[in-house]
Nanobody, 129 residues
């Protein structure tokens, strides 16, 4: 299984970016897919998830600004980030969790030792004021 990320970069506050995550080697329809972010000295935290049937969930501080979507045919996950704020600057990671309800992501289970899932290598998002 591979998750290959692209997108990200630098943008001014209020701007937009789109992240992509292309999967291979997996049954794409049997995973919860999500985006996490991490800043130095802090734990990785979930940002948004999408279930196999397309149900989405967002952490409160990105609600209304970020949109998670996926293209099952292309096996690609997206995160459209609009109205970016300086606090959004972080390393962003895509993830695939076999717990299709996405409970494993929001409960923190995926991040715990022994948590089973797949990760992209991360892409940096920088937001300047």
């Amino acid at each position: 299984v591979r998750l290959v990320q692209s997108g990200g970069g630098s943008v001014e506050s209020g701007g937009s970016l789109r992240l992509s995550c292309v999967a291979s080697g997996m049954n794409y329809g049997r995973y919860c897919l999500g985006w996490f972010r991490q800043v130095p000295q802090k734990e990785r935290e979930p940002v948004a998830t999408i279930t196999p049937d397309g149900t989405t969930k967002y952490v409160e501080f990105v609600q209304g600004r970020f949109t998670i979507t996926k293209d099952n045919t292309a096996m690609t996950l997206y995160l459209q980030m609009d109205e970016l704020k300086t606090d959004d600057a972080a390393m962003y990671y895509c993830a695939a969790d076999p717990v299709t309800s996405c409970r494993g992501i929001w409960s923190g289970a995926l991040l715990k030792p022994g948590g089973f899932g797949y990760w992209g290598k991360g892409t940096q998002v920088s937001v300047s004021s």
